[in-house]
T-cell receptor, first 109, second 115 residues
């Protein structure tokens, strides 16, 4: 089992849609998690941190299920500008970040 | 200000050239990182510096040589690279290193092409 696994995508959704991405992780000792967003040919940028059961920031909601070792990211009322690759990231010892393969989202008019 | 800067933005080099990539942050972060990213893949960790000392080398070939002159600067010296080394090279920093909850902030990257 990979350390971090994500839905491969791509997800093609219309503007205004609600879309959810899933991520599973293998290390049950992991305490915190991140969602990064990466636009084409740009650097990853932190979208949300998740330390407890979940986190909400405007249209974005991240949920954590420790028992199932599962993290999700929900985007409501999708905008064209939400088109990007979303990376599920699990910190590991020594400052390493374990990245999922990323889920590509394309929001269409 | 959560800004990490990198120069140059783009670099084309031959296999016999020597070049350097530079990274700078003024956030007082004590941990800095080099990543390599190929198209359609996630970033891969190369090196970690903590308090200006190399703490992790992910078995990177010696043609890549990192250097941390001070707490704000991180260099990556390149020599005798191969075409397969062409990629986006990302620098990142975090307040500390070794704590699970530390956020890493990425620079815009240097897009390297080796001919």
């Amino acid at each position: 089992r990979k350390e971090v696994e994500q839905d491969p995508g791509p997800f093609n959704v219309p503007e205004g849609a609600t879309v959810a991405f899933n991520c599973t992780y293998s290390n049950s000792a992991s305490q915190s998690f991140f969602w990064y967003r990466q636009d084409c040919r740009k650097e990853p940028k932190l979208l949300m941190s998740v330390y407890s059961s979940g986190n909400e920031d405007g249209r974005f909601t991240a949920q954590l299920n420790r028992a199932s070792q599962y993290i999700s990211l929900l985007i409501r009322d999708s905008k064209l500008s939400d088109s990007a690759t979303y990376l599920c990231v699990v910190p590991a010892q020594g400052g390493k970040l374990i990245f999922g393969q990323g889920t590509e989202l394309s929001v269409k008019p | 200000d959560t800004e990490v800067t990198q120069t140059p933005k783009h670099l084309v080099m031959g296999m016999t050239n020597k070049k350097s990539l530079k990274c700078e942050q003024h956030m007082g972060h004590r941990a800095m990182y080099w990543y390599k990213q190929k198209a359609k893949k996630p970033p891969e960790l190369m090196f970690v510096y903590s308090y200006e000392k190399l703490s992790i080398n992910e078995s990177v070939p010696s043609r890549f040589s990192p250097e941390c002159p001070n707490s704000s600067l991180l260099n990556l010296h390149l020599h005798a690279l191969q075409p397969e080394d062409s990629a986006l090279y990302l620098c990142a920093s975090s307040r500390e290193n070794g704590y699970y909850q530390e956020t890493q902030y990425f620079g815009p990257g240097t897009r390297l092409l080796v001919l």
